[in-house]
């Protein structure tokens, strides 16, 4: 897997919604920089779990699909006399 990258504008989102949360929350003010630094370290030692479970979700629900997509094609054999 590779680092995980974002854009420019999602780290700036990021950034927004981490200050309001430790001013709302925490009652303290973080700075861009702190919060970005924040935002890397997650995303470097955290986001693989995320990362991972998305894989795990997205293979289920392929299985599951695919199962289903079983059911109805044997749903379309002819009866066979």
């Keep these: 897997m590779s ?4 854009s420019r504008d999602d780290i700036e989102r990021i950034v927004h919604k981490v200050k ?5 929350e925490l009652d303290y003010d973080i700075g861009g ?3 970005e630094f924040l935002i890397e370290l997650f995303a470097k030692e955290i986001g693989p ?6 894989l795990s979700d ?8 695919t199962e ?4 109805l094609i044997q749903e379309m054999e002819k009866p066979i006399i």
């Design 58 to 65: 997205a293979q289920t629900l392929m299985f599951q699909k």
């Design 20 to 24: 309001m949360h430790f001013n709302d």
């Design 49 to 54: 779990f995320f990362y991972n479970q998305g």
């Design 68 to 71: 289903e997509l079983g059911y």
């Design 33 to 35: 920089f702190d919060a």
């Design 3 to 6: 680092d995980i990258k974002l």
